[in-house]
């Protein structure tokens, strides 16, 4: 069952980081291309981005509550943090190498990935 309950906790998390960079992040995007302009007041940005915080949260809360060991879940509420920090900065690096062509990996953010691979290990080793 933890098996199932690790993919389901996961799989909701990226789901839920893919909604969240849409919503942090597209009306860049969408004011590059256009669809936006410097004159788009600023709370139809907020309420487009809320449109899209709702599926959001509707993915991250039940990730938690079936990710959280304190409710039969595989992860400690530490683990559950680590992993959607490692999932929201895989997420949000994605999006932005693929729609922001100005935007480009670089030798500091293999070494910040590395450090988040490390951090997995460390909230994950029982010491």
């Known amino acids: 069952m933890h098996h199932l309950q690790q993919f389901y906790t996961i799989g909701l998390l990226i789901v839920s980081n893919v909604f969240m960079t849409i919503a942090w992040y597209g009306h860049l995007k969408l004011q590059q291309i256009k669809v936006f302009t410097d004159s788009t007041p600023l709370i139809v940005i907020i309420l487009l981005s809320w449109l899209l915080a709702l599926p959001e949260y509707s993915c991250q809360v039940p990730a938690n509550r079936i990710g959280f060991d304190g409710n039969g879940g595989p992860f ?3 683990q559950l943090k680590v992993i959607q920090e490692v999932v929201s900065l895989t997420v949000f ?8 062509h100005g935007e480009s990996l670089r030798w500091n953010h293999l070494a910040a990935f590395i450090c988040l691979i490390m951090a997995v290990f460390f909230v994950f080793h029982k010491w």
């Open 76 to 78: 400690s509420l530490m």
């Open 93 to 100: 690096t994605v999006f932005v190498t693929v729609f922001f």
